[in-house]
């Protein structure tokens, strides 16, 4: 009996081995498709149409603090880049430490003042696209030795 029972179980073994030969296995990143942020916020528990596939974003590691991605397209800076920005164009004399607080706010708001935009004190795609020019110091000119 209980060489009847190894034999069976030998087997179904070597069976289920054969069976799965064949099989190819796809790589993860064909199986999953990605979804955009938006598709998430629009979906329920009812929805059963899949999102339209989207380009596949980098991987991004949480030491990096990757932008938020809005809707538009518009590309959302960091706090520490606004700092960086608002430093380089001569409107915020605190420590740059990505802290979004009282006096970057005020910073950002005479920002936008000087510069005709909304004064709202936050950091759109309008404000943005003056402000970012300022990310990078300028470059000085080499010095005569």
Request: charged content about 20%.
């Amino acid at each position: 009996m209980t060489k009847k029972l190894g034999f069976i179980i030998l087997v179904t073994v070597a069976a289920f081995a054969l069976a799965s030969c064949g099989r190819r296995e796809q790589p993860l990143e064909e199986m999953q498709e990605p979804v955009a942020m938006e598709a998430l916020t629009s979906m329920n528990a009812s929805s059963a149409v899949a999102p339209a596939p989207q380009e596949a974003k980098p991987v991004v590691t949480p030491a990096e603090e990757p932008a938020t991605v809005t809707a538009a397209g518009f590309v959302k800076p960091t706090g520490e880049e606004i700092q960086t920005a608002l430093k380089n164009s001569g409107f915020y004399s605190g420590a740059i430490d990505g802290k979004v607080g009282p006096m970057t706010k005020k910073a950002i708001e005479e920002f936008q003042k000087a510069n005709n935009l909304k004064v709202d004190g936050k950091v759109g795609p309008q404000t943005w696209a003056i402000l970012s020019t300022h990310v990078n110091p300028p470059a000085e000119g080499k010095k005569k030795r």
